[in-house]
């Protein structure tokens, strides 16, 4: 079993950055990929990014392809998604995703466990 805090969610300028943390409590973290997904209110959950459990290969949403990065310390049991020149519509609830396998998947249903979220919103 596996537990996923979120943090570094805040309320920023346009072109701003935030770092978003995700830090599992459970065994096997390197054995498990990782995936951040945003949802904002009225609006399907979308994909962001994710990671597979080694740290390569990663895969973005085309909305945020050469703003975000994902990245991985298993040694801490932490992802991270670096945003840059964040954008009013990037404003949500971002949300931290883990599987069972460390493949990588884009698809929501395809991740066991969750964590409870953070909010990013973007100021024009």
């Known amino acids: 079993q596996v537990q996923l805090v979120e943090s570094g969610g805040g309320l920023v300028q346009a072109g701003g950055s935030l770092r978003l943390s995700c830090t599992a409590s459970g065994r096997t973290f390197n054995r498990r990929t990782v995936g951040w997904f945003c949802q904002a209110p009225g609006k399907d959950r979308e994909f962001v990014a994710t990671i597979s459990g080694s740290g390569s290969p990663t895969y973005y949403a085309d909305s945020v392809k050469g703003r975000f990065t994902i990245s991985r310390d298993n040694a801490q049991n932490t992802v991270y998604l670096q945003m840059g020149n964040l954008r009013p519509e990037d404003t949500a609830v971002y949300y931290c995703?883990?599987?069972?396998?460390?493949?990588?998947?884009?698809?929501?249903?395809?991740?066991?466990?969750w964590g409870q979220g953070t909010q990013v919103t973007v100021s024009s």
């Open positions: 995703a883990a599987r069972d396998t460390p493949l990588t998947s884009r698809t929501s249903r395809e991740y066991k466990y």
